[in-house]
């Protein structure tokens, strides 16, 4: 496992309560316990720069804010991650776990926004050396169980409308349909039954 995960680019993405921050955290854990050094970010966020931009994306007063500068701001914290930390990590053959990535920003903005999956993805191609990673894992799930999964106050994101979210999975679909490398594991079951899933995926997986 150590030899086949070294210097590998590894993201879990979803919509949002599809529960990839736990499923991260165990991933990490379980990562450690096979002693295959690693590094994991979150997606926006995790440089100085990056946590700015994501509270200014974030913040629910920010209700005017357009598609497109959407689009930017995430692709300008996620250039700064790149850069500041995981082009370096990659380089020290680490194994980077990221929660999230482009594929959100497909999803959400490109699909669910209207701004265009291809579009996002021309301008990743512009922005940054390795747009995709060696393998995204998305985790799949209903709005309904998402939406129970959530507490707390809703963040400008999470507050938009369901027809959105529904959108947001839709397109996490078309990315598994269009995209290489690319893998689904359903997300609606306990937390201990998707990590067996995420597991079982990553051991089997043959990088290509
Ligand atoms: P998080 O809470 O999972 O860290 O993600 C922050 C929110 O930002 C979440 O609602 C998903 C959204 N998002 C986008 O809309 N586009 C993106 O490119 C990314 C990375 C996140």
Same mark, same amino acid.
Do not use: M, N, W
């Given at each position: 496992m150590k030899n086949k995960l070294r210097g590998k680019f590894i993201v879990l993405d979803g919509p949002d309560g599809c529960g990839k921050t736990t499923q991260t955290k165990l991933l990490i854990q379980w990562l450690g316990e096979q002693a295959v050094?690693? !590094?994991? @970010?979150? *997606?926006? /966020? *995790?440089? *100085? +720069? /990056?946590e700015k931009i994501r509270q200014i994306l974030l913040n629910p007063e920010h209700i005017t804010m357009s598609t497109s500068a959407e689009v930017l701001l995430y692709m300008a914290a996620r250039a700064q991650l790149w850069e500041e930390k995981i082009a370096p %990590?990659? $380089?020290q053959k680490k194994c980077v776990i990221l929660d999230r990535w482009l594929s959100? $920003?497909?999803? =959400?903005?490109? =699909? %669910? /926004?209207? @701004? /265009? +999956? !291809?579009?996002v993805i021309k301008l990743a191609a512009d922005s940054f050396k390795m747009p995709w990673p060696d393998l995204t894992i998305i985790l799949d799930v209903d709005l309904e169980t998402s939406a129970n999964r959530l507490s707390g106050r809703p963040d400008r994101m999470e507050a938009k409308p369901r027809q959105y979210h529904q959108k947001v999975r839709e397109g996490f679909l078309e990315l598994v349909r269009q995209q290489k490398n690319f893998l689904i594991v359903d997300a609606a079951g *306990? +937390? !201990?039954t998707v990590q067996k899933k995420i597991l079982r995926l990553i051991s089997e997986v043959s990088f290509t």
């Open positions: 050094p690693t !590094e994991t @970010f979150r *997606d926006p /966020g *995790d440089t *100085d +720069i /990056g %990590a990659l $380089t959100s $920003t497909c999803a =959400y903005q490109g =699909y %669910a /926004g209207g @701004f /265009g +999956i !291809e579009q *306990d +937390i !201990e």
